[in-house]
């Protein structure tokens, strides 16, 4: 299965042409998609009028929504802040490590278009579902 981060999700509501945003039009109709739940409200928070809203939750929700923290990945999220940041890497958001801690935990690729997952390619073993990564 593959998650969607909002960096994605929101060129693709805008209909902004990036490799990440025409990857998720193609996989919509042949891949199993997700999303997270704080990927959900970041999306939809930044929809003005309710049409477009309403039009994008209900694409949104009808895919499978992952829960993304809870105990266990929070700590985990932690771990893997203090070990790229130990390797003088600093990850800007905290709720990107979260969204890659539990991908890299539930074994989920993800399709992203913000640097920040990058490290978590290179050290931690995210998968990144962007064909030629």
Not at 37 to 54: C, I, P, W
Not at 65 to 78: E, K, P, S, T
């Amino acid at each position: 299965m593959i998650l969607v981060d909002s960096s994605v999700w929101i060129d693709y509501f805008r209909g902004t042409s990036t490799p990440e945003a025409e990857t998720l039009d193609s996989l919509l109709s042949t891949e199993p998609i997700a999303t997270g739940d704080l990927v959900l409200t970041e999306v939809l928070q930044g929809f003005v009028g309710d049409r477009n809203f309403n039009l994008a939750k209900k694409l949104l929700t009808s895919l499978v929504i992952v829960d993304l923290a809870g105990q266990d990945i929070a700590i985990r999220a932690a771990k893997n802040f203090r070990a790229l940041r130990a390797l003088g890497i600093s990850v800007r958001k905290t709720i990107d490590t979260v969204i890659a801690t539990r991908c890299i935990e539930s074994r989920l690729s993800l399709l992203y278009s913000d640097r920040d997952f990058d490290p978590f390619v290179e050290h931690l073993g995210l998968r990144s579902a962007l064909p030629g990564t």
